[in-house]
């Protein structure tokens, strides 16, 4: 039987179709899930329009369910040959069902059946992400409130600032996070829209039901227009893209404050032992690799949004094969992510701090703007108060008074812990993602 979709008894060159297969054989494994829910939610649509019968649709629904659980055993494989996950899913239809099998494709195209697939791939990605940024969101306010009372130096240009404290520190993160969830959720909404139905980027003259397979996909809504549909290709990656990108700055700048506080240097915190790797000649090493790993995949999803545009810039409107090789660098950014997410949470629950770094005269001189703020507050301009400070900083006479007063939102003594939480949780839970979760449990029972 001919492999490929589009064979008209010509013949191949192999080399020609390695070189545009690319790595889709091994690519498109992570979208089968998909193009199988797809498929059930398409086929659904054709019976109601009559153009499959009801034993045809549940002949596929059944051959189609049976397809998902060997994907689920980790058994399903594309066959040498067949050129991506659209032509296996068919071909296996076909050789078990003959002409139902070879109905099913009416109607669609491999263009929007990719951008289908692509949707509700990183909509599941998505989902797992955002539970997994709320997870370390809650990890972080809870260190945050654990630790309000105990202080640290601040600094500007690396250098001894203000008083800080670990609240402040652990809480930074957790809203900086809250403020990547919006980034989630724009990329979320964006992502929900069904292409399906677009065909070859233009519609079809069957009479398409495409409100019916939004609704079975769980779609909030469909991209409407079939030349924007396509267009969505690649614009989808792009900004999804820009969502991981920000919640990977959120990381890397967190895993570069803990390697430095790791350092004895500075000994601010203390990475659980388990959590650190050795040396293989300095016998005292606890290197903080875990952090530095995190930093250079985290750096390395900042270009993620850059390389996706390098890919579609200047492209027209239309479907073109440059779209393909954007999953190369797409479909493998989910798991990294999750990665490091999953391991900032693991050990932010498990870091230690240390609660005597001001003991240490070396930080004495943070404390200048506390003396030179109570002595504006007593009625000395500040200015004036400025300076005499400075000049008892330079006499060596300075006493620090290390009890801070600090009142103000967001700051030391009032840190807002529960009106980021609510920041954070109205943004996730205005995501609604059970929704489309249940649509897909719906399909695979139906
Ligand atoms: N593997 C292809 C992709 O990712 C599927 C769509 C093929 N469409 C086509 N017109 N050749 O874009």
């Not at 079939?226 to 969505?232: A, D, E, I, R």
Request: proline share 3%; hydrophobic share 40%.
């Amino acid at each position: 039987m001919a492999k490929k979709l589009w064979d008209k008894n010509s013949t191949i060159n192999p080399a020609i179709e390695r070189f545009t297969v690319g790595k889709d054989r091994e690519l498109d494994l992570l979208l089968a899930p998909y193009d199988i829910l797809g498929s059930i939610a398409h086929s659904a649509m054709l019976q109601s329009i009559g153009m499959l019968t009801l034993e045809e649709k549940e002949l596929l629904h059944h051959e189609l369910r049976n397809i998902y659980s060997i994907v689920e055993s980790g058994e399903f494989i594309i066959e040498e040959g067949v050129e991506d996950v659209h032509s296996q899913v068919e071909l296996m239809l076909t050789r078990k069902l003959g002409d139902a099998g070879k109905k099913i494709h009416s109607g669609r195209s491999r263009n929007d059946q990719v951008l289908v697939d692509l949707k509700l791939f990183t909509r599941h990605e998505l989902q797992d992400i955002c539970e997994a940024v709320v997870a370390l969101f809650d990890a972080l306010q809870k260190q945050s409130e654990k630790h309000k009372d105990v202080l640290m130096p601040g600094y500007t240009h690396l250098q001894v600032a203000m008083p800080s404290s670990f609240g402040l520190w652990f809480g930074a993160y957790a809203e900086s996070l809250a403020d990547d969830m919006l980034f989630l959720q724009a990329a979320y909404r964006m992502c929900n829209r069904n292409p399906l139905g677009s065909a070859a980027g233009y519609g079809s003259s069957f009479p398409l039901n495409r409100t019916m397979t939004t609704e079975l996909l769980g779609f909030d809504s469909m991209n409407y227009n079939v030349v924007y549909s396509q267009m969505g290709r690649g614009k989808c990656e792009k900004n999804v893209a820009f969502a991981l990108a920000s919640v990977a700055g959120t990381l890397s700048k967190m895993a570069f404050d803990a390697c430095m506080f790791n350092s004895q240097n500075f000994g601010f915190v203390k990475l659980p032992a388990e959590c650190t790797t050795g040396s293989s000649i300095m016998p005292h090493k606890k290197n903080p690799d875990v952090f530095e790993i995190m930093r250079a995949k985290c750096n390395r999803l900042q270009a993620l949004p850059m390389d996706i545009t390098i890919i579609m810039n200047n492209l027209p409107s239309g479907y073109f094969r440059d779209l393909q090789v954007i999953k190369e660098l797409f479909l493998p950014a989910f798991a990294e992510i999750k990665e490091c997410l999953a391991m900032a949470t693991y050990i932010i629950e498990r870091i230690e701090v240390n609660k005597e770094i001001l003991n240490d005269s070396r930080y004495d001189a943070m404390f200048s703007v506390e003396e030179v703020n109570r002595l504006a507050t007593e009625g000395m301009p500040f200015r004036d108060a400025y300076k005499k400070v400075g000049l008892d900083i330079e006499a060596g006479t300075f006493v620090p008074d290390k009890n801070i007063r600090h009142t103000h939102e967001g700051s030391i003594g009032n840190l807002c812990t529960e009106d980021i939480r609510k920041t954070m949780y109205s943004i996730y839970e205005a995501m609604n993602i059970e929704k489309a979760r249940k649509a897909e449990e719906a399909l695979l029972k139906s």
